[in-house]
């Protein structure tokens, strides 16, 4: 599904974030991305929105080469991938409800599908009874669930996480990750990064290990693939 081929990327500042990365990722696998702040997870993820070139190889979304789409290709692919961040990125002014319909209005749903899809994705969340508050009313956990809820209502192929528990306690940081095993046993792909051991003690699963740049360990339910 998703190909990283030979990728290096090396900032103007001369800085190397990746360093010659390859591997794939298939449907429906959840796979966590581990490492040091600085490891380059967070360039290796922009590099599938094209949000960063690389500087050398290539990324792959099934069989195109995304930094060779075009305009519209890329706002199609962007359509299949849902982003979730450390600090959430709701929108202060706007109840959850808003918030969610906002992102489907952005894909073009009608408010007839907005209003069917926006409670039935807040209670995969368990947060149907707060879906007229504002994200200021909402704990660290809760408003991480409603941006996973937005991210999964356009019904995207991947969900791209990029240390989502940064900013959680530790029940909180089980529950979000227990949510993204939900999602993906229903379906989704999940890629996930994180620099929290803890996450990759609960999570399972493949989990890659990037430092300075370079994956150092790919091991799939314990076995190594690196
Ligand atoms: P991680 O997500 O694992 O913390 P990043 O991908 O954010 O790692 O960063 C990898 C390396 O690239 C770090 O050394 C970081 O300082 C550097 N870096 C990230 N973004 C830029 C940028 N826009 N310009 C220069 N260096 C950058």
């Not at 073009?108 to 409670?119: N, Y």
């Amino acid at each position: 599904m998703i190909y990283y081929d030979k990728v290096s990327k090396v900032y103007p500042d001369k800085t190397i974030a990746i360093d010659n990365v390859s591997f794939g990722i298939e449907p429906k696998e959840f796979v966590t991305i581990v490492g040091q702040s600085g490891a380059g997870k967070t360039t290796l993820m922009k590099m599938l929105i094209a949000e960063e070139w690389p500087s050398d190889g290539a990324v792959f979304f099934e069989s195109a080469n995304i930094h060779r789409l075009n305009r519209r290709q890329m706002n199609k692919l962007r359509r299949r991938i849902g982003m979730v961040f450390q600090d959430y990125r709701l929108i202060p002014n706007k109840t959850v409800y808003e918030n969610i319909a906002f992102a489907m209005e952005a894909t073009g749903k009608s408010s007839r599908e907005v209003s069917a899809d926006v409670p039935h994705v807040l209670e995969l969340v368990d947060l149907g009874h707060k879906i007229w508050n504002f994200p200021k009313e909402l704990s660290g956990g809760e408003k991480q669930r409603v941006a996973i809820a937005r991210a999964i209502v356009t019904q995207p192929d991947i969900i791209i996480a990029d240390e989502p528990t940064g900013n959680l306690d530790p029940t909180n940081t089980y529950e979000i990750i227990r949510i993204l095993q939900k999602i993906n046993e229903l379906g989704t792909t999940i890629m996930l990064a994180t620099h929290n051991k803890g996450v990759v003690d609960t999570v399972g699963g493949r989990i890659i290990t990037m430092d300075k740049g370079k994956v150092v360990k790919d091991s799939r339910e314990g076995k190594y693939i690196l």
